[in-house]
């Protein structure tokens, strides 16, 4: 399996919104409803973020928020804040875990 | 709450094998319910899925690895363990454990530490 595609990095001012694409095709994120989202800060191990699709586990602010369409799945954020700078990284699973390229989100 | 911890050597000679472990801790492994993974993360890199067990002791491996790794438990410590044979440089990586289950299915919920395994003569 490759590697989901996101882009390297995206930008955005404080309380702006942005959004993270994540590409696969219809073997992992097109074929299951199975995609999360992780945020990493350096140094640091993953954290869930969001869980099928579009699910916020219990502690995670309403402004993360998860959808998908075809074979592309995507995370949003919104009224960005500074500590939302970090790495973020989509998953899909499909038997096994495909994990995306890794998006590095700036806060300007 | 489920809390997990990576240990092991920090440095592997090329050819040999990697060995680590993850121990569990504010939770039982035997109660089921929960996937076991280890993921590593190459410097500066993303994240790859190397395999998990259940605590019956079924295993599922990344078919790009599956020839190299082993993936046990051992429910009387609250452990499972992670053997990589044959390594080189291209093994150096942070190695994260991690679990997926019950409420989450296939999403990583609870992640250890990580730990820094460099491969070097």
């Known amino acids: 399996q490759s590697a989901l595609t996101q882009p390297r990095s995206v930008s955005g001012s404080p309380g702006q919104s942005v959004t993270i694409s994540c590409t696969g095709t219809s073997s992992d994120v097109g074929g299951y409803n199975y995609v999360s989202w992780y945020q990493q800060h350096p140094g640091k191990a993953p954290k869930l973020m969001i869980y099928d699709v579009s699910k916020r586990p219990s502690g995670v602010p309403d402004r993360f928020s998860g959808s998908k369409s075809g074979n592309t799945a995507s995370l949003t954020i919104s009224g960005l804040q500074a500590e939302d700078e970090a790495d973020y990284y989509c998953s899909s699973y499909a038997g096994s875990y495909v994990f995306g390229t890794g998006t590095k989100v700036t806060v300007l | ?121």
Request: net charge positive; aromatic share 14%; glycine share 12%.
């Open chain 2, 1 to 121: 709450q489920v809390q997990l911890q990576e240990s092991g050597p920090g440095l592997v000679k090329p050819s040999q094998t990697l060995s680590l472990t993850c121990t569990v801790s504010g939770g039982s492994i035997s109660s089921g319910g929960y996937y076991w993974s280890w993921i590593r993360q190459h410097p500066g890199k993303g994240l790859e899925w190397i395999g998990y067990i259940y605590y019956s002791g079924s295993t599922y491996y990344n078919p790009s690895l599956k020839s190299r790794v082993t993936i046990s438990v051992d429910t009387s410590k609250n452990q499972f363990s992670l053997k990589l044979s044959s390594v080189t440089a291209a093994d150096t990586a942070v190695y994260y454990c991690a679990r997926s289950g019950e409420g989450y299915l296939w999403a990583f919920d609870i992640w250890g530490q990580g730990t820094m395994v460099t491969v070097s003569s």
